[in-house]
């Protein structure tokens, strides 16, 4: 019984406990309930203003005209008149090559040019006609050496066979020769004695035509019959080469022989050799009388107009010459770099004077990918420097670069930005903070970012109605400012009340 009364007592406890602690819960979140209902409101009135959307990013000044200058030709520094940082002015002289020997070289084309123009003096004439009088001479000389030689190879040739291979024969100089040393090889000595008749054959022609045509007529057939001979003379060669030492035929023998032979090669191969030399100068003062009679031919003609006017672009080409040994500035501005001396040999190409337009300045900008949607040519800009505190220039956008520049791994796009109108005081080389404004509006409904409910891609507002309670209400945004308001195009009306408080 006892045990009973006690189980009943601890159940009746904790139930009590427990109705304890949940009216404790409800009490406190009604608390909170209370007063979140009576938390102080930031209310807004809606109304119409201006929604400016800009993109802010830095840039660097920059000379809107940056030139390098260097020469085209090569040649020694005389002078130079300017230093870094002299300020220029178009056409003014910067540095000087040595024109002493290209001014020579214009005297002298110059002088040709106005003897042209003059037509050919009688002199002239005259030099061209003894020209020709002098090439004719050389041509009868070199066609009588010409003919010297031609006799003289036959002779050798006649002298090599009769004299000194016609030892190794009998009947060499009939139809019949017979080659009289043994040999193992009979189709060679058959050839040998076959080449011996038509040597023989061929001495006898070549004599009749050197006594009964005129030298020159037999000109292409004396290297011919040479070329024969000599191959003749290399057959009866190999067989005496061939030969050895017997009871009818000693060493000595051979020797002799061998001599022979060698005696009558050397003969011909100098008869070869004075025909090649002959002809190569017969040719030369050939060619050497058609160029001075065309030349005279010329002088008798006189200059023709194609001539002279060959001649002043010479003349012309010179004098550009001249004039690009001056280094003349193209625009007005400052000199920022001067790599040359007095006396250096210049390098066509070479950068030597750099000048940059100090009046003429604008602003170079790098613009992330994320931003560059946004940015027009004449787009307003304004700029700042951190050089000039509490001014702020105007500007506009006057470039969008089409390709990429990588950053530090990141795409951006160069942007430059001209001046409204000249500063003085702003130099190149100065950082500036830019303001792009990339589209505004005005007198457009707008709103503060913060008071803007955002659920995923849509966008509420909590409006105060009729009942004068606030009730979120969907909104379409428009245009999204820098300066902290956004535009609603509809659910909201100028006089709105809406609740602004931030989270």
């Given at each position: 019984m006892k045990n009973t009364i006690t189980k009943t007592f601890s159940f009746i406890k904790s139930h009590y406990i427990i109705s304890i602690i949940v009216v404790a819960v409800i009490g406190f979140v009604g608390y909170k309930i209370q007063a979140g209902n009576n938390a102080p409101q930031q209310l807004y009135t809606v109304q119409t203003g201006p929604v400016i959307q800009k993109v802010i990013v830095t840039g660097k000044t920059k000379p809107v005209h940056s030139v390098d200058l260097g020469f085209q030709n090569n040649g020694k520094v005389a002078q130079i008149y300017v230093d870094v940082g002299s300020r220029v002015s178009v056409g003014q002289v910067l540095v000087s090559l040595d024109k002493s020997e290209?001014?020579?070289?214009?005297?002298?084309?110059?002088?040709?040019?106005?003897?042209?123009?003059?037509?050919?003096?009688?002199?002239?004439?005259?030099?061209?006609?003894?020209?020709?009088?002098?090439?004719?001479?050389?041509?009868?000389?070199?066609?009588?050496?010409?003919?010297?030689?031609?006799?003289?190879?036959?002779?050798?040739?006649?002298?090599?066979?009769?004299?000194?291979?016609?030892?190794?024969?009998?009947?060499?100089?009939?139809?019949?020769?017979?080659?009289?040393?043994?040999?193992?090889?009979?189709?060679?000595?058959?050839?040998?004695?076959?080449?011996?008749?038509?040597?023989?054959?061929?001495?006898?022609?070549?004599?009749?035509?050197?006594?009964?045509?005129?030298?020159?007529?037999?000109?292409?057939?004396?290297?011919?019959?040479?070329?024969?001979?000599?191959?003749?003379?290399?057959?009866?060669?190999?067989?005496?080469?061939?030969?050895?030492?017997?009871?009818?035929?000693?060493?000595?023998?051979?020797?002799?022989?061998?001599?022979?032979?060698?005696?009558?090669?050397?003969?011909?191969?100098?008869?070869?050799?004075?025909?090649?030399?002959?002809?190569?100068?017969?040719?030369?003062?050939?060619?050497?009388?058609?160029?001075?009679?065309?030349?005279?031919?010329?002088?008798?003609?006189?200059?023709?107009?194609?001539?002279?006017?060959?001649?002043?672009?010479?003349?012309?080409?010179?004098?550009?010459?001249?004039?690009?040994?001056?280094l003349v500035s193209p625009q007005n501005g400052l000199v920022t770099k001067k790599d040359v001396e007095v006396g250096e040999i210049i390098t066509p190409g070479k950068s030597v004077i750099s000048i940059i337009s100090d009046s003429n300045l604008e602003v170079e900008s790098n613009v992330s990918e994320i931003n560059i949607g946004k940015i027009k040519i004449g787009n307003p800009v304004d700029i700042t420097f951190d050089a000039f505190p509490g001014q702020t220039y105007k500007g506009t956008v006057t470039y969008v670069e089409p390709a990429e520049t990588i950053i530090d791994g990141v795409v951006n796009y160069k942007v430059t930005i001209a001046f409204s109108q000249t500063y003085p005081e702003i130099k190149s080389g100065l950082t500036t903070n830019l303001q792009i404004i990339t589209s505004s509006k005005d007198n457009v409904i707008r709103v503060p970012e913060y008071s803007i409910i955002h659920k995923g891609a849509d966008a509420f507002v909590s409006k105060k109605g009729a009942d004068e309670k606030f009730v979120e209400t969907p909104v379409t945004l428009g245009l999204v400012g820098q300066d902290g308001y956004t535009e609603v195009l509809s659910g909201l009306s100028v006089g709105d009340v809406i609740n602004s408080v931030t989270p």
């Open positions: 290209m001014s020579a070289n214009l005297l002298s084309a110059q002088a040709k040019l106005a003897d042209l123009k003059n037509g050919t003096r009688p002199e002239a004439i005259a030099v061209a006609e003894t020209q020709v009088a002098n090439a004719q001479t050389d041509l009868t000389d070199s066609q009588n050496n010409l003919n010297v030689k031609i006799l003289d190879s036959y002779t050798k040739s006649d002298d090599a066979i009769h004299n000194s291979i016609d030892g190794l024969f009998s009947n060499g100089k009939t139809t019949n020769p017979q080659f009289n040393l043994l040999i193992n090889d009979l189709q060679l000595k058959n050839n040998i004695n076959q080449d011996r008749f038509k040597v023989e054959t061929l001495l006898s022609t070549w004599k009749s035509n050197i006594n009964n045509i005129p030298t020159t007529d037999v000109f292409s057939g004396t290297d011919a019959n040479l070329a024969t001979i000599k191959a003749f003379i290399d057959e009866v060669a190999l067989a005496v080469n061939s030969q050895t030492i017997n009871s009818n035929l000693s060493q000595t023998t051979i020797d002799g022989y061998k001599t022979s032979i060698s005696n009558a090669r050397t003969n011909i191969v100098t008869a070869i050799n004075n025909m090649s030399a002959a002809e190569e100068k017969l040719n030369s003062a050939q060619s050497a009388l058609t160029l001075a009679q065309k030349n005279l031919d010329l002088q008798k003609s006189g200059n023709t107009p194609e001539s002279i006017k060959a001649q002043e672009a010479v003349v012309m080409q010179i004098q550009a010459q001249l004039a690009n040994m001056t």
